[in-house]
């Protein structure tokens, strides 16, 4: 009975906010779509998914779709269309054009155009799709700039595609000097290339080779980019002509696949990375990121801010590999945990799969120390080099989480003391809340016992002095060994040097990815 309330007032909701919604969506795309207001608000209404797309995409999209002499009949009774992204509509417009489809360019051909290309050329003439008398092959051939003469035998039983097909391969060749094994892998690895009209590669190519200079061989090793939009690398240089600092074609030269990547999509990621305020050196060695949405890294980091072992991270230089990396990050930490294991830096949770199987399998619960240290400069600014030597004088620095650092030095800064206070008794930030509250506490209560067996009056010491008090009182109870950084109940063998976890024998190749592996071991013993 539950469900179906949250159910019927789930829906009741979604609909409230499409009848609320669709006016307004309805005057907007009315124009577009050449009809008048009520009938697209009840188009709208009767296709309700519709409402749940980008208007900005959808107006350029009706545009399109208006540029090419789609009526708007053929619009409101096949809304599916708009679905589509706009370059694979005018992709599929581009080539049924190429391959003389110029009066059965309706919507219907768009729309079923998967269907269509696969069609052999009588089928395509008995539809009137395209004219009796057409040469396909001369069709084929005047759509090129150089001289392309595939050595085909076709006739109308051929399907297009295969002709299709047959022309790309004379092409490259031509080209760029495609061999067998090049061609091979072209259809292998990036065989959508074969829909992709002919003027689009032609013009990709000579923008990669003579605005952005790169060689054949480029081209050939990373064959992903004769997918990539013609107009968008027109513009890119002028709407982001540099990321953090490196010209544009300069970056591109380095990563190429940023090239795939809309130019609105990477100048709003360079706003939100200017936002988190993180080193150029640093964005520049993961331009990667660049390849992920606005909205996945805005997303990614209020889950970031949620997770109290990424939020300490937040301020790490490195933290583009954590935003990169979260899911895999995110299934690592909790498998983790389950182990026991407490100190994993950001390497180690955005790692490859080799380097992280390496480290649960050597069992070892300790940091390398570049968090650690990164942490204590965020805290302590132009003091945190210094902080960090300092704490690197403790024989158990290394297996200390920075979490727990950082969180000690919040308490400590609520119970008024200073970061002068904190830095001067540095080590305080190795040892468990806990303990540390437990001997405030005690000095607090000015103890006359205690007072005689420290030989001091607590009232007469300052804060400094207090948090001295408190460290020399944990370690006293340890003997000053420097135990007293490991957590209740937790021998020092078991968080030193081995954990002795065993990895599932079969590891499957999902895990490899981040994901957790079944039946994995509950503890570290």
């Not at 072209?186 to 590669?201: A, M, N, P, R």
């Not at 040892?431 to 420290?454: G, S, V």
């Not at 976890?501 to 079969?506: H, M, R, T």
Request: overall charge positive; aromatic content about 8%.
């Amino acid at each position: 009975m539950l469900r179906l309330r949250i159910f019927y007032r789930t829906m009741c909701t979604k609909v409230v906010k499409e009848i609320a919604t669709s006016p307004d969506t309805a005057r907007l795309y009315a124009p577009y779509i050449g009809a008048e207001y009520r009938v697209v608000q009840k188009w709208l209404l009767n296709n309700p998914a519709l409402l749940e797309l980008d208007r900005e995409e959808t107006v350029k999209k009706l545009s399109y779709l208006k540029y090419v002499h789609v009526t708007p009949d053929e619009i409101l009774e096949q809304p599916h269309i708009l679905f589509n992204h706009l370059i694979t509509l005018e992709n599929r417009t581009t080539i049924l054009r190429e391959c003389g489809l110029v009066e059965g360019l309706t919507l219907n051909a768009i729309g079923n155009y998967l269907k269509l290309i696969r069609k052999s050329i009588m089928v395509l003439k008995r539809n009137y799709l395209i004219p009796k008398d057409l040469d396909m092959y001369e069709q084929l051939k005047r759509q090129f700039e150089c001289t392309v003469e595939p050595n085909l035998r076709w006739d109308d039983r051929t399907q297009l595609q295969d002709m299709r097909i047959a022309f790309y391969n004379e092409f490259l060749t031509k080209r760029l000097d495609f061999g067998a094994p090049e061609i091979e892998k072209l259809w292998k690895s990036y065989s959508k290339i074969k829909h992709k009209s002919f003027g689009h590669t032609q013009r990709v190519i000579d923008i990669l080779q003579y605005d952005y200079h790169f060689s054949r061989d480029k081209l050939v090793a990373n064959m992903y980019l004769l997918h990539a939009d013609p107009e968008n690398l027109l513009r890119f240089p002028t709407e982001v002509p540099s990321i953090s600092g490196m010209e544009l074609k300069e970056v591109i030269a380095k990563y190429p696949k940023i090239t795939m990547v809309n130019h609105s999509s990477v100048k709003r990621v360079c706003n939100i990375l200017k936002q988190l305020d993180i080193p150029d050196r640093e964005v520049l060695k993961c331009l990667a990121i660049f390849t992920l949405s606005s909205r996945t890294i805005e997303h990614r980091l209020e889950r970031l801010s949620h997770v109290k072992e990424f939020e300490v991270l937040m301020k790490h230089p490195r933290v583009l590999r954590l935003i990169q990396y979260h899911t895999k990050a995110a299934i690592r930490l909790e498998y983790l945990q389950q182990l026991k294991v407490r100190c994993a830096s950001l390497d180690v949770l955005s790692s490859n799969s080799q380097n992280f199987e390496r480290y649960v399998r050597e069992g070892c619960d300790r940091t390398k120390g570049k968090d650690t240290g990164h942490v204590l400069k965020h805290i302590f600014k132009e003091r945190g080099e210094a902080a960090v030597q300092m704490i690197k004088r403790h024989p158990n620095w290394f297996h200390v989480p920075v979490l727990q650092m950082q969180e000690t030095v919040d308490k400590l800064l609520k119970k008024k003391f200073t970061l002068d206070d904190i830095f001067n008794n540095i080590h305080i930030l190795l040892y468990p809340l806990n303990r540390i509250e437990e001997k405030l506490t005690l000095l607090r209560n000015a103890d006359p016992k205690l007072q005689e067996e420290l030989g001091v009056e607590l009232y007469r010491a300052n804060r400094t002095q207090i948090l001295a008090l408190a460290l020399y009182l944990v370690e006293l109870e340890f003997h000053f060994t420097g135990d007293g950084v490991w957590p209740e109940q937790m021998q020092q063998s078991d968080a030193s040097s081995t954990i002795n976890v065993e990895l599932p024998s079969s590891l499957r190749s999902e895990y490899k990815f981040g994901k957790k592996p079944p039946n994995a071991p509950s503890s570290s013993t």
